[in-house]
């Protein structure tokens, strides 16, 4: 075995966007990496979770997920790898910022799992786009601008309503639904004081609201765990609305239309480990 | 519902070991016979109960609501039917814990019941298809029935039946215009078989399986899926024999690998319950990589018995049982999982490429 020694970044607290799964899957993580007779540490501010349990990591380390204490606990236990793909947003963010400042270059610690280009290739909504555009992959009209000006020319380019949003959040942080010129105005603004980089995205409202969760291995390997459809519309909040599994009201074509897509997307992004890829479907067409 | 008509439609399903499940008819009124099998996929009824490897079978399907999305238009002028894998219900008998008479799709164009009852099959649902798919997996699949009322009918096992002759087509039919010529075999063959091979720029003659081919121009053979025990049919495992000797690039599929194996000197025998679900996890032997694939089968091939110059392909991770195999040197491949998928995934549709590649 390669590694003998290995952090895990932790799901941190829950919120919108980075709810109870984080915790499972980091919990899984360890379990997997334990299985492996590999040492397992964990970062995660959070008491309140499963994985800070006694019974699962080697180590704990209850301190918030930044650069600063990162570091500090790579300094002290010379991990030889490290896991971002298991903690969320706040995970995933994290780790960039230490690949950016250098630190795993200055500590020699390998990122497992997916890498960091793939997460800046999802992260940033506009190579992210691009990315699937290279696959033939379907997605709202999009572009990233700077200014509250572009938000404005570009929606109304597109035509109402847009949504906005936050790059680098994918929970839906600051976004909005905008219906009018002065909306655009409010919301961008908004928008523009969290982040120097925010997203004007035509809007599919009403359409079906369809969910996979992908995993695939470094081998290539890929499965699609299960689907999931929201009973509410596009339109509602993912985290306000009722989500079941497996989709109810999808025919086999788009359902394994949708799959081959997935499994496509996760193949192109070079992910390794799980995701989970959401889709609009158009409720009066196979689109 | 008053109190009347739910008597009157109450409905019984009996296993030949003794098992009476209790429930309410729907589709068409009749009573019906045939081998009951579970399938556990959880969409893709319309594709399902079209399939003509289904013949002689009441099918249970273990996904408890069946019916949500409603079944498509069927036009009856269609060469080639859009949305079901054959141009009629090929099932005996539906058996459903819950059915969905109302339905919510864009593209539904009747009710489940509605179907059924169009084409004469009976449903009955009210099941407890979890306890009756578990006593399926104990004893194996069994001879079944379903009754209404006080009717009386007999037992029919299919296996000993020449269903292939009920399903296949009944006289050649030519399709698309490329240069590559596919002579199909039609065993009980799934359109989407037909359709995979199309969309690769061929012409594919699709012929009945008892077909005299010796005056046909062709530069490859597909067997097809099909209904029943594989080794029951001798002149179709003679006129494979035949091709084989001439080295005519061939491609099994479902019957049409059991056909080549038995064609190649092999056994096949049949499978305790069977596998027809669309989540038969695949190995390919020599590669490594796996699949998840949809199939639909009774029997297996024994690859015990494979003869010298042939090898296995692939493997199924659930109970390692053959999905396929190949000749070492000759063009000539066979996979007992369905790469055209409808249901199921799509993973393997590669599969066909590597046909046709052989074939230029």
Known sequence: MKHKKVLIIGSSALKIGEAGEFDY?????????????????????????????????????????????????????????????????????????????????????????????????????????????????????????????????????????????????????????????????????????????????????????????????????????????????????????????????LTNNEYHKLREIAIRTIRHLGIVGECNIQYALDPKSEE | MSKKTAIKN????????????????????????????????????????????????????????????????????????????????????????????????????????????????????????????????EHGTMLGKILIGDDKIDYYDPDVEDLISKVTVAKREKYGNGSTKILLIDCGCKKSILTNLLQRDVTVIKVPYNYEFDGEDFDGVVISNGPGNPAIYKQLIESTQKLLKKQVPLLGICMGHQILSLAAGTKTYKLKYGHRSQNQPVKEIDSNKCYVTSQNHSFAVDTKSLPRGWEPWFENLNDYSNEGIRHEKLPFRSVQFHPEAAPGPVDTSFIFDEFLKDLK
Not at chain 1, 36 to 57: C, F, G, K, V
């Open chain 1, 25 to 249: 899957s980091g919990s899984q993580a360890i379990k997997a990496l334990k299985e492996e007779r590999i040492y397992t540490i964990l970062i995660n501010p959070n008491i309140a979770t499963i994985q800070t349990s006694d019974y699962l990591a080697d180590k704990v380390y209850l301190l918030p997920i930044n650069t600063h204490y990162v570091e500090r606990v790579i300094e002290k236990e010379k991990p030889d790898g490290i896991i971002l793909g298991f903690g969320g947003q706040t995970a995933l963010n994290c780790g960039l910022a230490l690949h950016r400042e250098g630190i795993l270059k200055k500590h020699k610690v390998e990122v497992l799992g997916t890498q960091i280009e793939t997460i800046e290739n999802t992260e940033d909504r506009q190579l992210f786009c691009n990315k699937l555009s290279e696959i033939d992959v379907k997605f709202p009209r999009s572009n990233a601008v700077n200014t509250v000006e572009d938000a404005v020319q570009y929606a109304e380019e597109i035509g109402f309503p847009v949504i906005i949003r936050i790059a680098y959040a994918l929970g839906g942080l600051g976004s909005g639904i905008c219906r009018s010129k002065n909306e655009v105005k409010r919301i961008a603004s908004k928008a523009l004081s969290y982040s120097s980089q925010i997203l004007v995205e035509e809007y599919l409202e009403g359409w079906k609201e369809i969910e996979y969760e992908v995993v695939r291995d470094k081998y290539d390997n890929c499965i699609t765990v299960c689907n999931m459809e929201n009973i509410d519309p596009m339109g509602i909040h993912t985290g306000e609305s009722i989500v079941v599994a497996p989709s109810q009201t």
């Open chain 2, 10 to 137: 109450r409905a019984r399903l009996i296993l030949k070991n003794g098992n009476i499940f209790e429930g309410t008819i729907f589709g068409y009124q009749t009573s019906a016979a045939g081998e009951v099998v579970f399938n556990t996929g959880m969409v893709g009824y319309p594709e399902t109960l079209t399939d003509p490897s289904y013949k002689g079978q009441i099918l249970v399907m273990t996904y408890p609501l069946i019916g949500n999305y409603g079944i498509p238009v069927f036009n009856i002028n269609e060469d080639i039917p859009k949305y079901f894998e054959s141009n009629k219900i090929q099932i005996q008998g539906l058996v459903v814990s819950e059915q969905s008479e109302l339905f919510s799709h864009w593209n539904g164009f009747q009710s489940l019941s509605n179907w059924l009852k169009r084409y004469h099959i009976p449903g009955i649902y009210g099941i407890d298809t979890r306890r009756l798919t578990k006593i399926l997996r």
